[in-house]
């Protein structure tokens, strides 16, 4: 066989690494740490280092981060320009809450708000998506007076309560109560849903299961419909065009708030807008954000009117690392560095040329049923036989095993771990996508 490809050159030399081996850091945590967490690869990969959209393991070795630490690394590793500005504030004050007066917290509200449509500009800060979903279900039910809240099958909003609550796969809930009055509607998902993509009037169909919904299964009085812009972690479901504005319709008609739930789609990550619900056409009631808003640092937000926001004021709300000095600093720059670098184009450019490539290896093997997505947030999906659609998962884990070998860092994602998911730091370069579709191209040829 030929040479594995090569990752492109980078000038960029890993400190030595003077820590614990990575078996003994696996041995460390199946003794201290949560037994259910759950590792990647049959030998786990431990990284102690990353820059731009590469990280290195503890001998050193590189590797295109191409999952971008699960759509969190959204300007790249330890850009700079975030570094500089978390590590000022660091030396500073690191922590004050907010009973007290603090610039970095307005300034940062001030422009994240300006980065939002209509009149979504008051912000809340907290400290993981999960926290921001949570909070913006007690806003929406405070808001309209109402309970019940209409999600979707396939999506993920969290590992908390509400989170658990409102996510649709039985492989993240837990069998205890959760978040009481949450109903879930079909998935509007073309590959694997009874509309597909050449149907023009799919996105109208499968909202309509939301009108069903609120008249089958709620009062017809409703508090929120909640939707990631597109279905993540269930493995890069793109809906239809007209879903969401229809989905929305109903839902308002029903007395509900609309939610986006932008934790992976936003911030420029699809490319072509800077928000994932810009893509579908509408304007949210709130907006939740995390993961990308901070590259790496704990940072979420809910985004929503001034309307909305002035009823929770009934009582007192705070939480006491949200919306911190430092990571409003780490936040304000990493909103200037996706500007100032133009890395929403760079998403759209290089998403597209990887979409391509993808389609081109579609054509090669028979594995991938269904390439989609849109910027820097793909997924290919695997099944054992395009009519039938059989999830192909143990072939799905293989090709991933195959790519990390070969220095390419993948994820997985749907209901069985059939779908490979993209998401690389935005600042990604067309040669590391070549060498991206050069890794799969043989993963696949040897699965
Ligand atoms: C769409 C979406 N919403 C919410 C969450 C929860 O975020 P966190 O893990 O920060 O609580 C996630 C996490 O993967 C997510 O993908």
């Not at 460390?28 to 431990?46: A, H, I, S, T, V």
């Not at 449509?117 to 949570?134: I, K, T």
């Not at 993209?422 to 890794?439: I, R, W």
Request: charged fraction near 20%.
């Amino acid at each position: 066989m030929t040479e594995p490809p090569k990752l492109p050159p980078f000038d960029y030399q890993p400190q030595p690494y003077l820590g614990p081996s990575a078996e003994e850091v696996l041995r460390l945590g199946r003794q201290f740490l949560n037994p259910g967490l759950f590792l990647y690869y049959k030998r786990p990969l431990m990284l102690v280092e990353g820059k731009a959209q590469y990280v290195f393991d503890e001998q050193g070795r590189r590797y295109l981060d191409a999952l971008g630490g699960i759509v969190t690394i959204s300007v790249g590793h330890c850009h700079p320009k975030v570094v500089e500005a978390a590590g000022r504030q660091n030396a500073l004050l690191q922590h004050s809450t907010t009973i007290y007066l603090h610039p970095n917290i307005v300034e940062y509200a001030e422009k994240l708000a300006a980065k939002m449509p209509g009149d979504l500009n008051v912000c809340y800060f907290v400290n993981s998506g999960s926290e921001a979903n949570d909070l913006a279900l007690l806003i929406a039910r405070v808001y309209t007076g109402n309970y019940d809240v209409i999600a979707l099958r396939n999506s993920y909003h969290g590992g908390n309560a509400s989170g658990m609550g409102l996510t649709a796969h039985r492989t993240w809930k837990f069998n205890v109560p959760h978040s009481f009055g949450v109903h879930h509607a079909i998935s509007p998902d073309p590959y694997r849903g009874s509309w597909g993509r050449d149907d023009p009037d799919a996105g109208y169909k499968y909202a309509a299961d939301i009108k069903s919904l609120i008249d089958h299964a709620t009062s017809g009085d409703v508090a929120a419909f909640i939707a990631e812009s597109i279905q993540g972690v269930g493995g890069c479901v793109v809906f239809p065009e007209n879903y969401l504005s229809r989905a929305y319709e109903h839902v308002w008609a029903a007395g509900g708030v609309c939610i986006a739930d932008e934790v992976q789609t936003g911030f420029g990550r699809t490319g072509s807008h800077y928000w994932g619900f810009e893509t579908q056409n509408v304007i949210p009631d709130i907006v939740t954000m995390a993961k990308g808003i901070g590259n790496g640092t704990p940072l979420a937000a809910v985004v929503t009117t001034p309307k909305i926001a002035s009823t929770l004021t009934q009582r007192l709300h705070f939480n006491t690392f949200g919306g911190n000095p430092v990571v409003c600093a780490q936040g304000a720059a990493v909103l200037d560095v996706i500007d100032r670098e133009k890395l929403q184009t760079n998403a759209l450019k290089i998403g597209n040329h990887i979409l391509a490539g993808l389609e081109r290896l579609k054509e090669k093997h028979n594995l991938i049923g269904d390439v989609r997505g849109k910027g820097l947030l793909l997924g290919i999906e695997l099944v054992k036989d395009r009519a039938t659609k059989e999830p192909a998962t143990a072939e799905c884990g293989q090709v991933l095993e195959n790519c990390r070998d070969m220095g390419l860092l993948l994820g997985k994602g749907g209901l069985y771990g059939q779908t490979i998911r993209f998401s690389p730091p935005m600042c990604v370069h067309q040669q590391d996508a070549d060498f991206l579709l050069d890794v799969l191209d043989r993963a696949f040829s040897v699965v």
